[in-house]
């Protein structure tokens, strides 16, 4: 039995199947979800779990060369959410992109663990290093 670390079944086997430059969705609670892309739905309430306590628990065993998200993140969230998600994202070349060019990228992915986070835009696409 695990102790310690990601615990979920699902999760581990999808980070166990990335490899370099592939890619993986972190996303909110109300993001699309595709029918060809292995989604992980972690939703439990309003807030739980936040994207940005996935990233963390992922970033343990997970190289983020490269993050992208929607423009539209910097422009509707307040300073400390932007300060917050930077900070979790430091060490990685994040681009922001129009949310439509965003989405365009979401099939390239291997997984997407969907969340219950409630922050606007908080999706990302980690590229692996």
Request: charge should be positive; hydrophobic fraction near 50%.
């Amino acid at each position: 039995m695990l102790k310690t670390g990601i615990l979920n079944p699902h999760v581990l086997s999808l980070l166990a199947r990335v490899r370099h430059t592939n890619r993986l969705v972190i996303a909110d609670r109300g993001f699309p979800c595709w029918p060809e892309i292995e989604t992980i739905d972690l939703s439990l309430v309003d807030g739980v779990p936040t994207v940005l306590q996935v990233l963390a628990a992922v970033r343990k065993n997970y190289v983020v060369a490269e993050a992208f998200m929607a423009a539209e993140f910097l422009q509707v969230n307040s300073p400390a959410t932007r300060r917050a998600f930077s900070a979790a994202l430091a060490g990685a070349t994040v681009t922001h992109e129009p949310h439509v060019d965003f989405k365009q990228r979401v099939p390239g992915a291997i997984g997407l663990i969907r969340t219950g986070d409630t922050v606007q835009y908080a999706n990302m696409i980690l590229v692996s290093g």
